[in-house]
C-alpha cells in the first residue's frame, strides 16, 4: 500500500476548555482523511467515494493533540472484505502519535439502499494504492 496523508490545520473553535481538539472534530478528521483516501483511488469515478457508508468508527486517544501546530494524517492500511472496507488511521502532531483510528465502511448501492459487493476494479484500486 502506497502511503497516503494529508495535512490538517487545527481551528481555534475545535478545541476545549483546556485546549485540547475536541473529540467530536477528531471524528470529523477522521471523515475527511478517510473521503480523499478514497477520492484519491478513484480519480476516474469521484462519485465512487458517495458509494460508502461507516458502519464503525473507534478512536484511541494516545495522547493530547492541540490548537497551533499542523496534524499529519496517515492512511496506515486498508483492507478488503466483502461488501465493506476496514481503513486504519493515524495522526501525528510534531512527529508525535496522538490519535489511532479504524473505521469500518460498508459499500452500498444507493438506489436500492443495501450493501452491495465492491466491484473487482475498486478491490483492484484499494489493493494498488
Known amino acids: 500500500m502506497k502511503e497516503f496523508s494529508i495535512t490538517i490545520a487545527p481551528r481555534f473553535y475545535e478545541t476545549d476548555a ?3 481538539i475536541n473529540n467530536a472534530s477528531i471524528a470529523a478528521w477522521f ?3 478517510r473521503i480523499r483516501y478514497l477520492e484519491s483511488l478513484i480519480d476516474a469515478d469521484p462519485d465512487a467515494a458517495r ?3 461507516l458502519a464503525s468508527i473507534q478512536i484511541d ?3 493530547e493533540t492541540f490548537y497551533g ?3 499529519v494524517a496517515k492512511i496506515t492500511g486498508a483492507t478488503v472484505g466483502n461488501s465493506s472496507l476496514s481503513v486504519l488511521c ?3 502532531q510534531e512527529d508525535r502519535l496522538t490519535i489511532r483510528g479504524k473505521s469500518v465502511l460498508v459499500y452500498m448501492d444507493t438506489a436500492a439502499k443495501s450493501s452491495v459487493r465492491i466491484p473487482d476494479s475498486l478491490r483492484e484500486l484499494i489493493a494498488a494504492g
Open 51 to 53: 458509494d460508502w457508508m
Open 69 to 71: 501546530k499542523d496534524v
Open 90 to 92: 493515524e495522526m501525528y
Open 18 to 20: 483546556l485546549g485540547h
Open 31 to 33: 471523515e475527511v482523511v
Open 61 to 63: 486517544f494516545v495522547a
